[in-house]
């Protein structure tokens, strides 16, 4: 089974830190995803990567960045949190070509910025 | 832009009863991937059911089934004899398949929590 490790389950953090969210992934899957789930919004996409060092932003970019150094790992960064980021973080992983290759998701972070 | 809509916030059930969960989506695309998946408290989400939109039949995975109506742009989710275990949150989801079906991403609907009631 594929397998998609979140760092953290629950984060707390004050306004202005730098904060890093780690994902982990042991499938050797090309493709990683950062989603960020609000009530009545469903689930929107931060950034995503496609190769180690390559990333594309998503619908909702601003405020965030992220490293894919390693296959494996993929990290979202809130360069200055800030308290509309309190959420919660799903990080996902896929392989490209077979386009109904499901997405397979970590077990979310639930961030609050205080 | 593609946009997934789930109209129903909330919906409950009677444990054993049947319930169909809606989903519409915008796309001007002809082939397209769709899905459901499900969110339990454990915030694991998990798939419930996929569709290529270039077949006909519509899919089914054991007491989950869809019912696919391209012209429409509808993709519902009917869960028969529901059990306690289904409560959770069910978010349809929408992938085009040119484009970013090499990258895998994903457009998501606002989610529907369902409740079972024993």
């Known amino acids: 089974d594929v397998k998609v490790t979140q760092s953290s389950r629950y984060l707390v953090k004050r306004t202005g830190e730098k904060v890093f969210l780690e994902c982990v992934q042991d499938?050797?899957?090309?493709?990683m995803f950062w989603y960020r789930q609000d009530p009545g919004l469903g689930l929107r996409l931060i950034y995503f990567?496609?190769?180690?060092?390559?990333?594309e932003k998503g619908d909702i970019p601003e405020g965030y960045s992220v490293s894919r150094e390693k296959k494996e790992r993929f990290s979202l960064i809130l360069e200055s949190a800030s308290t509309n980021q309190t959420s919660m973080y799903l990080c996902?992983?896929?392989?490209?070509?077979?386009?109904?290759?499901?997405?397979?998701f970590g077990n979310g972070t639930r961030l609050t910025v205080t | 832009a593609q946009t997934v809509t789930q109209s129903q916030p909330e919906m409950s059930v009677q444990e054993a009863e049947t319930v169909t969960l809606s989903c519409t989506y915008d796309?001007?695309?002809?082939?397209?991937?769709l899905f459901w998946y499900k969110q339990p408290p454990s915030r694991q989400m998990i798939l419930v059911i996929r569709?290529?939109?270039?077949?006909?039949q519509n899919a089914t995975e054991n007491r989950f089934s869809v019912n696919f109506q391209k012209a429409a742009k509808s993709f519902s989710l009917k869960i028969s004899d529901s059990q306690l275990g289904d409560a959770a949150m069910y978010f349809c989801?929408?992938?085009?398949?040119?484009?970013?079906?090499?990258?895998?991403?994903?457009?998501f609907g606002q989610g529907t929590t369902l409740q079972v009631k024993p």
């Open positions: 996902a992983s896929t392989s490209p070509g077979l386009g109904n290759s499901p997405l397979h």
């Open positions: 499938m050797d899957h090309e493709n």
């Open positions: 796309t001007s695309e002809s082939d397209y991937y």
């Open positions: 569709q290529e939109a270039y077949k006909q």
């Open positions: 990567s496609y190769d180690v060092k390559m990333k």
């Open positions: 989801a929408y992938r085009p398949f040119h484009g970013s079906s090499n990258t895998g991403k994903l457009i």
